[in-house]
Nanobody
């Protein structure tokens, strides 16, 4: 099973930017994605990218502000987050993903530790 480790979170003011990184223990021949979970809220889909990077998908709340990308040589995926808002505050998780009936799911049964993103107003 591929191990995934998220990093790059932090505290930033509204309007600022962060880039999250997801490092995989080996080449992940699968679609990859980001999810986030704020306190008291269910984990939600943020963005996904196909295994070869030719297609990307975004939640409506982040379209135009976030960009997902991957580097299969480095076994790494990124989430560039611009124009951050306080409502983007959450723990962000990366995952191997699949889509069913328009909904994105984690391919694995567990999640990593995530990386905390806090956006101050």
């Amino acid at each position: 099973q591929v191990q995934l480790v998220e990093s790059g979170g932090g505290l930033v003011q509204a309007g600022g930017s962060l880039r999250l990184t997801c490092a995989a223990s080996e080449r992940a021949f699968s679609n990859m994605g980001w999810f986030r979970q704020a306190p008291g809220v269910e984990r939600e889909f943020v963005a996904a990218i196909t295994w070869n990077g030719d297609k990307t998908f975004y939640a409506d709340t982040v379209v135009g502000r976030f960009t997902i990308s991957r580097d299969n040589i480095k076994n790494t995926m990124y989430l560039q987050m611009n124009s951050l808002k306080p409502e983007d505050t959450a723990v962000y998780y990366c995952a191997q993903v699949f889509r069913s009936d328009g909904i994105w799911y984690n391919l694995q049964t567990s999640w990593g530790q995530g990386t905390q993103v806090t956006v101050s107003s």
